[in-house]
Nanobody, 125 residues
Framework: QVQLLESGGGLVQAGGSLRLSCAAS????????MGWFRQAPGAEREFVSA????????GYADSVKGRFTISRDNAKNTAFLQMDSLKPEDTAVYYC??????????????????WGQGTQVTVSS
């Protein structure tokens, strides 16, 4: 059974930082591209960042480019999202997802095969 477990969310002041982790089990992690998405109340789920299976290609939404950094540790079956210079508009539930086409850092939620339960990030002004 595939499981993706996010952690690291919380409450932080604007300008602060958080590091999200996504621990994967039940799949060959190094074969999968990984993505981070977020969903604010009343809004659709939106792409944040993605990374190919080797980490050679990374993609970011324009809204987070230069502030967020995606990475992965295939030896630990874990993906990360370092979030710096956080803004109130970053407040959302953040989800990690796994995509079986490991060479493609897709921005489309429909491309992803597995999803975590999400972790809440709240940025106060």
């Amino acid at each position: 059974q595939v499981q993706l477990l996010e952690s690291g969310g919380g409450l932080v002041q604007a300008g602060g930082s958080l590091r999200l982790s996504c621990a994967a089990s039940g799949l060959t992690f190094s074969n999968y591209a990984m993505g981070w998405f977020r969903q604010a109340p009343g809004a659709e789920r939106e792409f944040v960042s993605a990374i190919t299976r080797t980490g050679s290609v990374k993609g970011y939404a324009d809204s987070v480019k230069g502030r967020f950094t995606i990475s992965r540790d295939n030896a630990k079956n874990t993906a990360f999202l370092q979030m710096d210079s956080l803004k109130p508009e970053d407040t959302a539930v953040y989800y990690c997802a796994a995509h079986s086409l490991g060479t493609y850092a897709s921005r489309r939620p429909l491309d992803y095969n597995y999803w975590g339960q999400g972790t809440q990030v709240t940025v106060s002004s």
